[in-house]
């Protein structure tokens, strides 16, 4: 899932300054989950900047719409009907969702809401932690499911460091030692024979190599 | 008996209050009109942050919300849950320019446990006499009374 978290409403308020009509769209996937633009989050946000415009004397009309799915096409043109009726679109998708707005409606303004942060899990309600990187060659199976490149301060494919303590990261008390959980899982399951072999560096080329990635699946296509 | 009220007031009561069946809370809206509007929850858990602002949007010039005592809501932990909300809902109003006390709590100590939604109610009224009108509503607010003043925002 990815996950965001909601700009301050001054920084929010500073972006939509210029605009009259403002359509606060939010989206009912990844950040829905966690919290940051959901229907609830959205109509939140909508009714805090309308009381803020009231209270300045601005005139300004904000408006909130929910999406099922800011990043898929098929869900954004339901704003093909409303969005001729105001100046910006206030997004509360990730950054590809404000993207996916953007690039479909070129004329009109479209501003973020959220700050995009991670790939991560949803650990227990209200809490959420990063645990994948993208990238782009998955070696979980050789760390017992556990990814010392997104869970690992250092990063290290060949860890421990030796600087953790208690099962804790020595950068960080409260972050548990990527490691210790991975040698503890690998030892549950009877199979730290993995860690004998040495890891070559990670090859990033696959991630950051050769600019914006992209997947083609024809079998998926028209 | 007639009401003492100048402000509009939103009251979010979970139902698990003794003394909030439908009958208590259609004499109370009788008694207030409309400066009073009650909202029976399942719940105060069930409540968010965007019911409590909505409400000082559109209409009222405090909010309320009263929940069972600590340790007996009857899902557990909604009572604790509302806490951080209005926490939450309080920062937001603060953060563009409406006073943090437009939104209280009323969780009553365990001792209270049967204290009934009328009383709730009515010492909300001799509290909300202090209240100043809200900037949102000011205009509105001159002689509320029982006016109706529920409008959104032109859209």
Known sequence: MITAEQKPIDEIRKMIAPYKKVLAVGCGSCVAECAAGGEKETGALASALRMACKIAGEDKTIDEKTLDRQCVREFVIQLDDVIKDYDAILSLGCGAGVQAVAEMYNEVIVIPALNTEFLGETREQGLWVENCLGCGDCMLYFFGGICPLSRCSKQLLNGPCGGSQGGKCEINPDVPCAWQNIIDRLSSQNALERLEMIYPPKDWSKKHGSGPRKIVREDQQK | ?155
């Open chain 2, 1 to 155: 008996m007639k009401n003492k009220l100048t402000r509009n007031l939103a009251i979010f009561y979970c139902q698990n209050v003794p003394g909030s069946q439908d009958d208590v809370r259609q004499s109370l809206e009788e008694k207030y009109g409309k400066a009073v509007r009650l909202f029976p929850m399942p719940c105060s858990g069930r409540i968010d942050v965007v019911h409590l602002l909505r409400a000082l949007e559109e209409y009222a010039d405090a909010v309320y919300v009263i929940t069972c005592p600590p340790g007996a809501c009857r899902y557990h932990e909604g009572n604790k849950r509302i806490v951080k909300r209005v926490d939450t809902a309080k920062k937001i109003i603060e953060s563009i320019g409406l006073e943090k006390d437009r939104i209280k709590l009323i969780t009553p100590p365990i001792e209270l446990a049967l204290k009934p939604l009328t009383s709730f109610v009515e010492e909300i009224e001799e509290e909300a006499a202090a209240i100043e009108p809200s900037a949102m509503h000011k205009k509105k607010a001159q002689g509320a009374g029982n006016k109706v003043q529920g409008k959104k925002e032109k859209k």
